[in-house]
């Protein structure tokens, strides 16, 4: 099949155009696959849940879909997963508590490109370990979406480790491999997906593992997972969910002293960053109200364990990255 958007094709920005694009598609996903089985691993991202939802509505059963949780994704999102596509949409879904597996696999290793290797490898064998372990799978759902074939070739590597083993080789079956990020959004509103996962902010790959800095401890982790999701409260709550294209906390490897009710401590300090870009290859430091800076500063230092200190990011890129590692 080819990988051009054909130029005919609209572009979908009303939930009339989405919902005649889930029809074409529902019935090219059924032409495609007849009554085979698919697999795919659902992150709980834009594309991914896209994809599921759509084929659902073709396939119903015959779709398996596999999360796989590493233990570096966002506070609640495993659960998000589990709500919404096995309670709500009725997903034939497979969890994998991978957690330890990633994290002592990740002890002691401070190099932020090893980290990702790891990471990317292991997510690669749990996936084809669990698709190992299931009969008749024919077909693999990616969310392939347009810029990834036009920036990276056709198959959408997960955590940017290159191509799949021999073992998941299967036909793929890419629905929104001709939509721009915007149209995916469209198509998910109309597909009924919760506005936490159709609008959320980009996450990268190898998750809260390059946002705890060096070598990943679980004390850490869960400081930067707690101080996300307030973060991620108070940014909702002040309207700049959909608004500030990015913004995240990072847990650095080192402590400074300070004060709790008159007694000194030793903790960690967490960064805030909120960044806006239109690529990401350039990034401006989002503007953010002082009194609302001031609120998350001290809801992160009394709610937030083993933390006394916060930082404010400020830097564009370049000469920073979006990420620290
Ligand atoms: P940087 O840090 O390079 O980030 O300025 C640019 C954008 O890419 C995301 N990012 C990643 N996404 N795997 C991903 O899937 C990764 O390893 C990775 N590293 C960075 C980052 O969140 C930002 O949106």
Redo the contacts with the bound molecule.
Sequence with gaps: MSNKRPDDMKRITTPELAEAFIEEQIAAIREQVKDGKVLLALSGGVDSSVVAALLIRAIGGNLVCVHVNHGLLRKGEPEQVIKVFREELGANLVYVDAVDRFLDKLAGVADPEKK?KIIGKEFIDVFAEEAKKLDGIRFLGQGTIYPDILESGPVKSH??VGGLPEELNFELVEPVKFLYKDEVRVVGKALGLPDSMVYRQ?????GLG?RCVGAITRDRLEAVRESDAILREEFAAAGLQGKVW?YFTVVPDFKSTGITDGLRTYDWPVVIRAVNTVD?VT?EVAEIDFSLMKKIVARITSEVKGVNRVLWDITP?PSG???WE
């Design positions: 990702r955590h940017n980009p996450f990268p790959g190898p390059v990015q990401a990034a890129k990255t979006i990420e």
